[in-house]
């Protein structure tokens, strides 16, 4: 999805992803539905808020070691949380100022975020 356009409250790549909309589309891209947010705002809610959203649609706070698709939450300035998409050495996110999804190099700054992991199905 890397070069789809950046959208708020976007949901699909044919028309624009904003980070959650990246995030959803991803999953369910590789068979997974969840469920999404609705009506939130670019900045704004709380951290508690962000993790409930995170938690209604199947994902726990991830421990140990980083995997590929772990979801990354990123604390911004004036109240703003980012997500993004962990891979082997980059992060996959909807940035707004370039107006694209992108893909950067995982720094060290971003190797300690709060990531977040889909539960596994029970069998």
């Known amino acids: 999805m890397v070069g789809v356009p950046f959208r708020p409250q976007g949901n699909g790549p044919a028309t624009g992803l904003d980070c959650v909309g990246l995030v959803w589309a991803a999953y369910a891209a590789a068979g997974r539905r969840l469920v999404r947010p609705v009506g939130y705002p670019l900045r704004g809610w709380a951290r508690a808020r962000v993790?409930?959203?995170?938690?209604?649609?199947?994902?726990?706070?991830?421990d140990g070691e980083t995997r590929d698709g772990d979801v990354a939450l990123i604390a911004?300035?004036?109240?703003?949380?980012h997500l993004g998409l962990i891979g082997p050495e980059s992060l996959v996110h909807a940035h707004a100022g370039l107006r694209r999804v992108v893909e950067t190099?995982?720094?060290?700054?971003?190797?300690?975020?709060?990531r977040w992991r889909l539960k596994l199905l029970p069998p």
């Open 51 to 62: 993790e409930a959203g995170l938690v209604a649609a199947g994902f726990v706070p991830a």
């Open 105 to 114: 190099p995982l720094g060290d700054g971003l190797r300690d975020v709060m």
């Open 76 to 81: 911004l300035a004036a109240g703003q949380f």
